[in-house]
């Protein structure tokens, strides 16, 4: 995801649910979705009655209702947001409605100007959402054969290759499973608050998060960060399982 550079439209279905407050996009993703915040006509700025909209159109194969339940799940155990509402409009588009959180995104241009100090962050969230949410239980899969049913069909022989030399898990955890750096929200003083776009949550080896979480570090604030998700997580790197992650993500 990323944020919006250029106008972007807003769907009537969100036009409609606003009822009249302010529309703002904030995200798109590669396959056309957007998130807006939304914020109503009484509102001073502040969180309270804001609440975001994603939306997504029939075309993106992407479950937002599957980001319900998982939200709804996670919410007993850590900070994750409170769902509103879940629909499809008359396009087929859907839309998940959830209340806005605390805490600004690690990509916050407030962050990107200390990226030592979101990028440790980014660890100790994460090892809190590993250590909080209880595998036995979870009903959602991550690992590494669900993955591989989403495989790139261009992947080449090397990749696949290299995909089928799977690392032994270390131990299973309820990963985020999208846990680069935009998905955690930090407070003023930069500790994490929260998580946000658990859509894939599920249980997997935690080094399927860190790997992600650390690779993100470079596209967001540069090279130099990523030992810095290590040690806020409290754990040394496991390169060849770090490699073999970061090749999953690129190819799934």
Same mark, same amino acid.
């Given at each position: 995801?990323?944020?919006?550079?250029?106008?972007?439209?807003?769907?009537?279905?969100?036009?409609?649910?606003?009822?009249?407050?302010r529309?703002?996009?904030?995200?798109?993703?590669?396959?056309?979705?957007?998130?807006?915040?939304?914020?109503d006509?009484?509102?001073?700025?502040?969180?309270?009655?804001?609440?975001?909209?994603?939306?997504?159109?029939?075309?993106?194969?992407?479950?937002?209702a599957?980001?319900?339940?998982?939200?709804?799940?996670?919410?007993?155990?850590?900070?994750?947001?409170?769902?509103?509402?879940?629909?499809r409009?008359?396009?087929?588009?859907?839309l998940?409605?959830?209340?806005?959180?605390?805490?600004?995104?690690?990509?916050?241009?407030?962050?990107?100007?200390?990226?030592?100090?979101?990028?440790?962050?980014?660890?100790?969230?994460?090892?809190?959402?590993?250590?909080? *949410?209880?595998?036995a @239980?979870?009903?959602?899969?991550?690992?590494?054969?669900? $993955? /591989?049913?989403?495989l =790139? #069909?261009? &992947? !080449?022989?090397?990749?696949?290759?290299?995909?089928?030399?799977?690392?032994?898990?270390d131990?299973?955890?309820v990963?985020?499973?999208?846990?680069?750096?935009?998905n955690?929200? *930090?407070?003023?003083? @930069?500790?994490?608050?929260?998580?946000?776009?658990?859509? $894939? /949550?599920?249980?997997? =080896? #935690?080094? &399927? !998060?860190?790997?992600?979480?650390?690779?993100?570090?470079?596209?967001?604030?540069?090279?130099?960060?990523?030992?810095?998700?290590?040690?806020?997580?409290?754990?040394?790197?496991?390169?060849?399982?770090?490699?073999?992650?970061?090749?999953?993500?690129?190819?799934?």
């Open positions: 995801m990323t944020a919006p550079t250029e106008e972007v439209p807003v769907p009537a279905s969100v036009e409609r649910l606003a009822a009249g407050g529309v703002t996009p904030v995200w798109v993703n590669e396959r056309g979705g957007v998130t807006f915040r939304v914020d006509c009484d509102n001073d700025g502040d969180d309270d009655g804001a609440r975001y909209v994603k939306w997504n159109p029939a075309s993106t194969g992407l479950s937002l599957g980001e319900a339940v998982r939200l709804r799940w996670a919410a007993r155990w850590t900070p994750v947001p409170r769902v509103l509402d879940h629909r409009d008359d396009d087929g588009a859907e998940l409605v959830t209340a806005a959180l605390d805490g600004l995104s690690a990509v916050d241009p407030r962050w990107l100007r200390e990226p030592a100090t979101a990028a440790r962050s980014l660890g100790e969230g994460l090892r809190a959402l590993h250590d909080a *949410l209880p595998v @239980g979870c009903p959602f899969d991550w690992g590494i054969d669900e $993955r /591989l049913t989403h =790139d #069909p261009e &992947a !080449d022989t090397d990749v696949r290759a290299a995909l089928a030399d799977r690392p032994d898990v131990h299973l955890v990963c985020h499973a999208d846990a680069c750096a935009p955690t929200l *930090l407070d003023a003083d @930069g500790r994490w608050t929260a998580h946000v776009d658990l859509g $894939r /949550l599920g249980v997997a =080896d #935690p080094w &399927a !998060d860190l790997a992600v979480c650390a690779m993100s570090t470079g596209w967001n604030y540069g090279p130099g960060y990523e030992h810095l998700v290590y040690e806020g997580y409290g754990v040394e790197p496991d390169a060849a399982r770090i490699a073999y992650y970061q090749l999953l993500w690129d190819n799934t």
